[in-house]
Structures are given as C-alpha cells and as structure tokens.
C-alpha cells in the first residue's frame, strides 16, 4: 500500500458513535491532570468526583469477599445477596417496597443508564430532557438513534415542573431523563412536584429514567427522594438509575445498579449479557455487606453531606462577592453553577471564553456551561477542600480583576 493510499484511508467510525460529543466533565479534568504533570499549580473545580476515600470498612469487606474466594462469575443482574440489600436498605430508609428481582447490579451508575436507554429507545423516539443537564444524557439519546427534545428550566429556577413536562409531550415522546439532586445545578425536585411528574408521564405512558446517584446528598430543609418510593402503578413507568460512586467514594470501583419492573429489568439483564457481563464479584459483596450495616452507611453519607454543606455555605457567598460571578444557593449534589452571562462582551464572547481565561491566568479549571446545555454558565464543583476552594476564589477574583483594569485602560 503506498503512502498517499494509507494517507486517505480513514476509519469508519459507527454513524451513532461519530453523532456523539465528548464528555466536556471528563476533558475539563483531563486538562487539569495534564497541567499538573507538567509541573503547573493548578486547582481543579471540574471534577464530579468526592474527595474522601472510600471508607475503610467498605475497603475491609472488599477483602473479605477476596478472601473467601467472591471472585468467579456472578448471575448477570448481580449477586442474591446484592439485590437483596439493595431492597432492604432501600426498604428501611424510603419505606419502598419492590422486590430484589427488579434490581440489576451494573459497571457504574452510568452504564445502567445506558441499558436503561438503550432497551427502550428505537430510532426517532423523542427524549425529554430538562435544561440544564448532565452531559452524558443527550448522548445516550444520539447513541440510541433517537431525538432529544429539551426542556427550559431557567423559568422556574432550574427546578423542573409536572407543568412543564405535560406541555413538552407529544404522541412521539417514550422517554423522560432527569436527575435530583441535580448536575450541574444543584437544584433538587420536591417530593410532591417528583411525583406529579411521574404521574403526567404515566397518563401519557411515557417512561422516566431518574438518575439519583447523588440522592442522599440533600441539604436541609430538603431531603432525599427516590422514585422507587411511589406506588406500584406509577413505579412501573420508572427506572431509578442509582451508584455507589458518590454514597461511598467509590468512583473507581464502577459499580451502580437499577430498579425498574420486571420487563425493563430483564431487557436489561439481556444487554449487559452481551456487554459488561457483570460488576466485579466483590465488589459486589463488599457493597451488599455495607449496606447490611446501615448504623456505619448513614453515618458515612452524614460525615460527607455535612462537609459538603460547609463548604457550600461558604463558597456560594464568596463566589457572588466577584464581580460579574451570580450563583443561587443549591439544595443538593456538590456543584455550584455560576450566571457569567454580565462577563460576556468584547472579551467574554462565550462562558467558554471565561472558562478558558480562569485556566490560562488563573490556573483554575472550571466546566464550560455549554455542555450543559447552558452557555452563559460555569460549573465549579466543591467537591475539594477548603484550602483550595479559598485559593480557587482568590485567585479568580484577583484574576478577573486584573483583566477588567486592563480592559478600562
């Protein structure tokens, strides 16, 4: 093969992968890991990851599972014993009542949003999506060959409505996605307005996939609510997406599960077959186990919410004390999500501008809002200390501070 000829050669990547976009979380955090090696003091406030680590007892009962042997293949949807926990401890903490056998443990709570999407999406079907978003959400949907349809929440505080979902549905639409508390905007939906929701959308048989995988990260007055606490008849309508990720600091261990009726579960079981197989064998009985200990899981979901929340009390204020920075206090999650939109003219064309400013002079990496759907918008995460947060906030505000000398010159 001469060289013109491999020179013109390109691969055929699928059309539905080709249509995806990039994760811009994932790309903002790769940015800040690659400054660091190369020697840069940078602060990342890109990541949606908790900076605790995995707690200890879950890492003992890790070893435990080694040990006795928890290593070989598990049924597809997951271990007996995992299933089963995940209904008790959902049981006693949300008073839910559904069966271990609508349960299917998966590689992380996003791949169970994947099977969730992926068995019940054909081409062209719409998707409900509320703006702002998570990035992965609109991406599942193209994979799927289906059609996004997206919701405006600025309205109404970016706190989705029942009203507003009854008017975005049309005869084409199989699908809600959204999740409480929310990324990126911290926003949590009220148990009664949740509710309602599910309610519209089981009127118009249409399904909703609800990620919850920061469900116990609620701050009062609010608390957290899981769709698998509604009555069987709106329940069947619903596939919780839920993970261990941010509950336990477990990032790494990619492992998550699902709740949805019998049908939906095993449509999933049948994709991840031919996929994933199943999460890590003990892993799985690592998190079963800590989840029978339900004194040492909610005292570890306290220890985290009750930081996070003092970081937030702090951060929140200092960040509307910058100028051109406008920032509601959210109810739940780890994320700030900042109104740059009075930063935005001759030098600021677009929040990726601003974005990119913090990074260059200020070191500081933030996440674009428009991969959120939300240009005009930054998402500073605060899931990091607050030695970083102090020198984050100095440092752009100092920074912009500068920049708007310069520009008055």
């Not at 903002?28 to 890991?33: D, E, F, H, K, S």
């Not at 890492?59 to 299933?83: C, H, N, Q, S």
């Not at 919780?240 to 998550?256: C, E, L, N, P, Q």
């Not at 990119?356 to 933030?366: G, W």
């Amino acid at each position: 093969m001469n060289d013109a000829r491999a020179n013109a050669m390109h691969f055929p990547v699928a059309d539905n992968v080709a249509a995806m976009e990039g994760s811009a979380t994932l790309a903002a955090a790769q940015v800040a890991m690659d400054l660091r090696e190369r020697g840069f003091d940078v602060i990342d406030l890109s990541v949606g990851e908790p900076d605790f680590n995995t707690p200890e007892f879950v890492k003992e009962l890790a070893w435990e599972g080694i040990r006795k042997d928890v290593t070989k293949y598990t049924p597809i949807a997951g271990l007996k014993m995992f299933r089963e926990a995940i209904a008790s401890y959902f049981g006693e903490q949300f008073s839910t009542d559904f069966p271990p056998t609508e349960v299917a443990a998966c590689c992380g709570g996003k791949q169970g949003l994947f099977n969730a999407a992926c068995t019940i999406l054909n081409p062209n079907d719409e998707v409900l999506i509320p703006k702002p978003y998570w990035v992965t959400f609109p991406q599942i949907v193209t994979f799927c060959r289906a059609k996004n349809v997206f919701i405006d929440t600025e309205e109404t505080d970016f706190v989705l409505t029942a009203d507003q979902v009854s008017r975005s549905i049309t005869d084409k639409t199989k699908l809600l996605i959204i999740n409480s508390p929310n990324n990126p905007t911290g926003r949590v939906i009220p148990a009664d307005e949740m509710r309602r929701i599910v309610e519209v959308c089981a009127e118009r048989n249409v399904y909703l996939l609800t990620d919850e995988c920061y469900l116990y990260f609620a701050y009062p007055p609010s608390t957290p609510f899981t769709s698998a606490s509604l009555p069987a008849e709106l329940r069947k309508y619903v596939c919780v997406g839920g993970s261990f990720s941010k509950t336990y600091a477990m990032t790494g261990w990619r492992i998550g599960f699902t709740i949805a009726n019998p049908e939906w579960t095993a449509a999933m079981v049948k994709l991840q077959s031919h996929s994933a197989t199943h999460p890590t064998s003990f892993v799985q009985y690592a998190c079963a186990k800590a989840l029978e200990d339900v004194a040492k899981t909610v005292d570890s979901v306290r220890t985290m919410t009750a930081e996070y929340e003092r970081r937030r009390d702090w951060l929140i204020p200092a960040l509307n004390e910058i100028d051109g920075f406008n920032c509601a206090m959210p109810e739940g999650a780890f994320y700030a999500f900042v109104d740059v939109r009075k930063l935005l003219g001759d030098e600021f064309k677009a929040s990726a501008d601003v974005a990119e400013f913090l990074l260059r002079d200020a070191y500081t990496v933030v996440t674009d809002g428009a991969g959120f759907g939300a240009d005009g918008f930054i998402r500073i995460s605060y899931a990091t200390s607050m030695e970083n947060l102090h020198k984050a906030v100095d440092r752009i505000k100092s920074t912009l501070s500068l920049s708007k000398r310069g520009r008055s010159v």
